[in-house]
């Protein structure tokens, strides 16, 4: 297994931040979910057509990959739809010129459950896999929303019946929003699984509150020993989400024991 970390969690920090702590803590990746001010990773300066070779060299130079690119791209929303689908497709070609195996899209807005039209969502999977199957990308669900539901989110996969389109488990929302055990989230959705968010949290007063790994009650050592059981060789991206939540530690504390915690265990 390897790890990255998302930059949702270092929302201040330049991207020589971002290689330099990655490459000097052990990490193997870094999860592109804004640069600085830029959340739309295709316009962000360093995969312009003038400076992406320069990037990859610097990349590979360190030792370093870019596993996900995670867009914005919601496939619920009907009235702004044109939109989701240009953005997904954006990442799509920027992922395919990078190396990048992923790109995350969104079936539902929040971490809990909205109101979706599946069907819709399931649709528009299908027209952007196209796509993704012609640039040699996966498009990946996250258990997010509605599609925390380990059953729903398998369903909608089925149907869309493409192998360019997968999963992206978020650990966290299956768990908090829908009540399941990781044995049952991973029962149905474990051939489906290309890339895992990992996050820690307590419930205090009924909201929920993001800990540092293994400050929380999510059952991370559980989660390792399924994966490992089970061989995955992908990745385990901590999502701290300070992009969203200011307040929450800062990322050179918390991608550093996260880095030892996570070895630990793998």
């Known amino acids: ?78 009235a702004n739809i044109d939109k989701h689908i ?9 992922a395919s010129k990078l190396g990048t195996p992923y790109v995350r899209v969104l079936g539902d807005a929040q971490p809990q459950p909205g109101d979706v039209d599946i069907e819709f ?3 528009n999977l299908r027209k952007l896999s196209v796509k993704a199957q012609e640039k040699g990308v996966k498009l990946l669900v996250e258990t997010n929303g509605v599609f925390a539901a380990s059953k729903v989110l398998k369903a ?16 966290h929302h299956p768990i908090r929003f829908f009540n399941e055990s990781v044995e049952e989230t991973y029962e149905n959705l474990k051939n489906r699984i ?9 419930v205090v007063d009924g909201v929920i509150k993001y800990k540092m790994m293994g400050h929380g009650d999510i059952p991370i050592k559980s989660i390792v020993r399924i994966l490992k059981e089970n061989d995955y060789k992908g990745y385990l991206s901590l999502e701290w989400v300070k992009r969203w939540c200011l307040d929450l530690e800062e990322p050179g504390i918390v991608f550093s024991h996260y880095a030892g915690y996570m070895k630990s265990l793998i």
């Open 86 to 94: 240009q953005e997904a497709q954006d990442y799509i070609e920027l």
């Open 194 to 202: 290309s890339f895992i968010h990992i996050k820690d949290s307590i």
């Open 1 to 78: 297994m390897k790890i990255s970390f998302s930059t949702l969690g270092c929302p201040g920090w330049s991207w020589e931040d971002m290689l330099s702590t990655a490459k000097d803590i052990g990490f193997d990746g870094i999860e592109i979910r804004g640069i600085g001010n830029e959340l739309y990773a295709p316009r962000a300066k360093q995969f312009t057509v003038e400076n992406i070779d320069l990037t990859k060299k610097k990349l590979d130079k360190i030792g370093l990959e870019i596993p996900c690119l995670t867009s914005a791209s919601y496939l619920f929303d009907k």
């Open 121 to 123: 969502v399931i649709d």
């Open 156 to 171: 909608a996969i089925e149907k869309v019946a493409s192998d360019y389109v997968g999963v992206l488990w978020d650990v």
